[in-house]
Structures are given as C-alpha cells and as structure tokens.
C-alpha cells in the first residue's frame, strides 16, 4: 500500500479560489481566440455553434471527473500524488500512464510552439506600426529579446501559484481585444468583408448552416478549450483547501468566462469578415489600423503571460521521464533476477513510477529544474521561430493530443473506474464509454483531414 502522504508538498502561499480561476483562464485563452472565427467560418455559422457549445460542456465534465476520482483515491492511499499520469496508471496501467505523459507533452508543446510563433507574427509588426520605428523590423531580433527578457525569467518559476497576476492580466487582455474588434466593426470607414478573400457577403454567412469543411477544424474548437494538461497543477496549488465541490466551482466559472470572451470575439469578427477571414484574424485587417496594431500588442502580451504555463506543463512531464527512468535503472542494478525478486521488482517500479511523479514537481533538484527548463526553452524557440503555419499547428495538435487529454484518457478512466478500484465514476461508465469514443473519433477524423 502506498502511503497516503503526498510525495509533494503543498505551496508556502496556497493560490486562492480567483487565483485558480485566473490560471485556468490563463491555461484556456491564448492561440486559439485568434483562430476561432476562422474555425467557425469553415464549420458554418449554426455547426459552429454546436460544435463550440459541445466541446465547452465536455471539457467542463473531464475537467470536474478527474479530480472527483483522483482525490478519494489519493486520500485511500491508492495514488501517492494527484496528477493526470499517475491516476491513469492506476486505472488504465502503464500505458495509460505513457499515453496521457506523451499527450500532455506534445499539447502543451504544441501550444508553446504556437505562442512563439504568435509572437514572431505579431509583436514587432504591432510595435513598428504604432511606433514607427525601424528596429522593430528585425522580427527575429525582437522575439529573442522578449524570450531571454520576459519568457525565460518567467518560466524559470517553480509553481503555478505565482503565476495568478500574470493570468489576472491574460484575462484582463482577452477583454481588451474583444473591445478592440468591436470598435474596429463599427467604426471601420472600409468594407472589410467585402475587402476580405472569401466568396459571399456577410450576411449570407450567417445564414450557413453548416460546411463540408466543418470537420478539418474541429480541432481548433477543442484546441480552445482543453485545459487538463494544466488543471492537476492548478489544483494542486490550492494546498489543503482543494476539494472537488470547490474545483467544479472553479472549473465551471473558467470555462463559462473564457466561453464568452471567446465566442464574444469569434463573433465580432466573423461579422467583420464573413467566411473570408484568416487562421490569424488580425491578418485579415487593413494593416495601417492603429487599433487593430493595439490589438495585435495587446494580443502579443497575452500570449507571452500564458507562454510559462505550457513549458511548466512540458518540463514537469519531462521530469518525471527522467527521474522515473533513472530510478528504474538504478533499483534494476540492485535487484537479483529471480523469479521471486522479479515480482517485487515489478512492484517497486509501480511505486518509483509515483515517487517519481512527486519528485518531478515543486520538489527538484536545482540542477534538474535548470536543465530541463533551459533544454526545453530553447526547443521550443528555435522549433516556433522556423514555424509559421499557426493554423495546421492549433488544428493537429488540438483534435490529437488535445483530444486524447481531453476526452479520450478521462473517458476511459470513467469508463475503468469502478472495475478497477470500486469506486462509481460520476456519469457512470456508459457516459465514460461515450466520451471515450467521441475523443477517438475526434483524433481520426482531424488527423485524416490534416494530412490529406
């Protein structure tokens, strides 16, 4: 039996329930609100609605599953720390464990990719329009002195409880952006739908129902919802005052908030552009529009405040790689290979495996913390800087890992659950079973559409 003390201690300053709203606010805004109306443009207007609704009040569900089985099963003493790839491994076994660790990789890698790209795209375009400067015309110059200046200092942070200030300012942006391209629709002197490369007029699109091309996109609405590569840190950073009543509280107002700003924006520019408008929408604007330059600024800030929570998520995932595997050789060099030790062999990996989990969060060492967080930083530059399709990058990574994190791997532990550790997964295993074939679904046909 393992024993029932987490192998990771809770943050000296636990984050309040509005600091764990704002982090999963932060987790949830960032690449996808700018390729949304493009998404919803390709889906037609009503699919895109249900399309958007559907995945909201999926996600909402995982997010609030997880947590309701993990942390019982943490406080029997059956899980020795609440993380997504150590309750997997207690349901689904080892491969469980390995998918959901390579899926959290590759989303938030995906994601962190995507936010350097953004910044490449439009940080020196919205300074050298608003300032008018010609140093800002070096783009790749400018991205290196945000990273090493703003980035990397922030990634270099232990916990997610001292992100809440910047995911406070990541909210407060998403609305500005939303007030920008409103006044940018009213106000425009040009007839920017009619200026923008889409076929029809505006009001026609409003009136599509749905698209033969709804389903390549799929993955940029689960794109702009998954969070729950991120959520087992945010929860653990409220320390002894989690609960699942109160992460369902946290969870649905999160979800609900970034629905709206969201949808919000999504709409205001598909009126703007009809079907015309692009995977990056402020591309889609005249360039000479200094709101649209604010927005894009404004844009730039929100992505950089949300950039160090992807590379928390990749460098954690990391860890526990590198631990457990070292761990794993170690007790293999001391373990006599009877068929006696081997069963105590097999069982002494399960519980590395979880002691390993703990060690590779709030409590590495400092050589490791510094050397995967600087190994990763850089792997993510030099991938986002030769990057430059941010629409096939939201899309892949949203309905493949996304989807897996999402819906697939939740589905399955819902669906394992009560066979497995006798405890009822809420929903039931139908519902599970449901989810489960509904995220492999997503991964086939957004994979398919991808690459053909």
Not at 44 to 68: D, P, Q, S
Not at 278 to 294: I, P, Q
Not at 332 to 348: D, H, M, N, R, Y
Request: glycine letters at 10%; a negative charge; one cysteine or more.
């Amino acid at each position: 039996m393992v024993s029932t003390k987490s192998s990771v201690a809770p943050p000296a300053e636990p984050s309040s329930t509005a600091s764990a709203v704002f982090n999963m606010i932060n987790a949830v805004l960032g690449a996808g609100i700018v390729s949304l109306p493009y998404a919803w443009a390709k889906a037609g207007f009503i699919l895109g609605w249900i399309m958007f609704v559907v995945t909201a009040i999926g996600t909402c569900y995982t997010l609030e599953v997880l947590i309701y089985i993990a942390v019982p099963l943490h406080e029997k003493g059956e899980i020795s720390v609440i993380a997504y790839e150590v309750l997997a491994e207690r349901i689904l076994g080892i491969w469980g464990r390995r998918m959901i660790l390579a899926s959290q990789f590759l989303y938030a890698f995906g994601i962190a990719v995507g936010y350097v790209v953004i910044i490449h795209d439009e940080f020196p375009t919205a300074m050298s329009q608003l300032t008018g400067a010609g140093f800002f015309d070096h783009e790749i110059l400018n991205v290196l002195i945000v990273a090493f200046g703003l980035l990397l200092p922030m990634s270099l942070l232990r916990s997610v409880a001292g992100l809440a200030k910047m995911s406070f300012f990541c909210f407060l942006t998403a609305i500005i952006i939303n007030g920008l391209v409103l006044y940018e629709r009213f106000t425009s002197k040009s007839d920017l739908c009619e200026g923008s490369s889409g076929s029809g007029s505006c009001d026609e699109a409003w009136s599509t129902f749905a698209k033969s091309s709804a389903l390549s996109v799929y993955g940029i609405f689960v794109f702009t919802k998954a969070c729950h590569h991120t959520q087992f840190q945010i929860y653990r950073s409220l320390g002894d005052g989690g609960n699942p009543e109160r992460w369902s509280w946290i969870c649905r107002l999160a979800i609900v908030l970034c629905s709206a700003i969201t949808s919000g924006c999504a709409m205001t520019v598909y009126s703007t552009f009809g079907e015309g408008v692009e995977s990056d929408f402020f591309k889609s604007y005249w360039k000479d529009s200094k709101v649209v330059s604010a927005g894009r600024l404004t844009f730039a800030g929100l992505i950089m405040m949300g950039f160090p929570m992807q590379l928390f998520v990749c460098r954690e995932t990391l860890q526990v790689i590198v631990v457990q595997y070292l761990e794993e050789r170690k007790k293999a060099k001391e373990l006599i290979p009877t068929e006696e030790e081997g069963i105590i062999q097999q069982e002494s990996t399960s519980l590395i495996a979880e002691s390993a989990a703990g060690v590779g969060r709030e409590a590495t060492s400092p050589m490791l913390h510094y050397s995967t967080t600087f190994f990763l930083f850089f792997l993510v530059l030099g991938t986002g800087i030769s990057t430059d399709s941010l629409g096939a990058v939201l899309s892949l990574v949203g309905g493949t890992a996304g989807s897996t994190i999402a819906f697939l791997a939740p589905g399955l532990i819902c669906y394992r659950c009560e066979e497995v550790t006798g405890l009822p997964a809420p929903g039931g295993k139908h519902l599970g079973l449901g989810t489960a074939i509904f995220g492999v679904c997503t991964i086939l046909i957004t994979s398919i559409f991808t690459f053909v």
